[in-house]
Antibody
Framework: EVQLVESGGGLVVPGGSLRLSCAAS????????MNWVRQAPGKGLEWVANIKGDGSKTFYVDSVRGRFTISRDNAKNSLYLQMNSLRVDDTAVYYC?????????WGQGALVTVSS | DIQMTQSPDTLSASVGDRVTITCRAS??????LAWYHQKPGKAPKLLIYKASNLETGVPSRFTGSGSGTEFTLTISSLQPDDFATYYC?????????FGQGTKLEI
């Protein structure tokens, strides 16, 4: 059974940093592109970033490029999102999601709140 | 960036109704479109990929169609479990983008 479990969310002050993790199981992790998608409270879905299975390629939405870094450790079946210079408008539930013709499996989400 | 526009924003319907949600892309995305639904407090769930392919385990009352810039999701006979918010998403080019969502309510 495919499982994706996010962790690392919490409350952080503007300008601070946070690292999200996503533990994957039930599929050959290293062969799939992995994504982060976020959803601000009461708002729609926003794709944030993705990374190729071997970690050789990454893509970002403009609003986080240069502040967020997506990475993975295939030996640990884990996906990460390092978030620096956080802003109030980064407040959201962050989902990790597997890509196979689309985002076919999603984690339960991790809430990140940026507030002073 | 490719803009995805869904219509309507809100759709009121009843159990047993046939409903259609439309998604328009600001430029051609071929068939690189997915549909998801989401219930409050839950992660989105994939329904349709590559515009018209039903995800494994999704009931056959869900049908996707379209290509290029115009796409539709049709639910042939609404069930109580179908009342949720529906999103389209393009994955033709980066950044991947979602429609604003269509809330399907009773």
């Amino acid at each position: 059974e495919v499982q994706l479990v996010e962790s690392g969310g919490g409350l952080v002050v503007p300008g601070g940093s946070l690292r999200l993790s996503c533990a994957a199981s039930g599929f050959p992790f290293s062969t799939y592109w992995m994504n982060w998608v976020r959803q601000a409270p009461g708002k729609g879905l926003e794709w944030v970033a993705n990374i190729k299975g071997d970690g050789s390629k990454t893509f970002y939405v403009d609003s986080v490029r240069g502040r967020f870094t997506i990475s993975r450790d295939n030996a640990k079946n884990s996906l990460y999102l390092q978030m620096n210079s956080l802003r109030v408008d980064d407040t959201a539930v962050y989902y990790c999601a597997r890509f196979a013709w689309s985002l076919d499996y999603w984690g339960q989400g991790a809430l990140v709140t940026v507030s002073s | 960036d490719i803009q995805m526009t869904q219509s309507p924003d809100t759709l009121s319907a009843s159990v047993g109704d046939r409903v259609t949600i439309t998604c328009r892309a600001s430029e051609s995305i071929s068939s690189w479109l997915a549909w998801y639904h989401q219930k409050p407090g839950k992660a989105p769930k994939l329904l349709i990929y590559k515009a018209s392919n039903l995800e494994t385990g999704v009931p056959s009352r869900f049908t996707g169609s379209g290509s290029g810039t115009e796409f539709t999701l049709t639910i042939s006979s609404l069930q109580p479990d179908d009342f949720a918010t529906y999103y389209c998403q393009q994955y033709n080019s980066y950044p991947y983008t979602f429609g604003q969502g269509t809330k399907l309510e009773i």
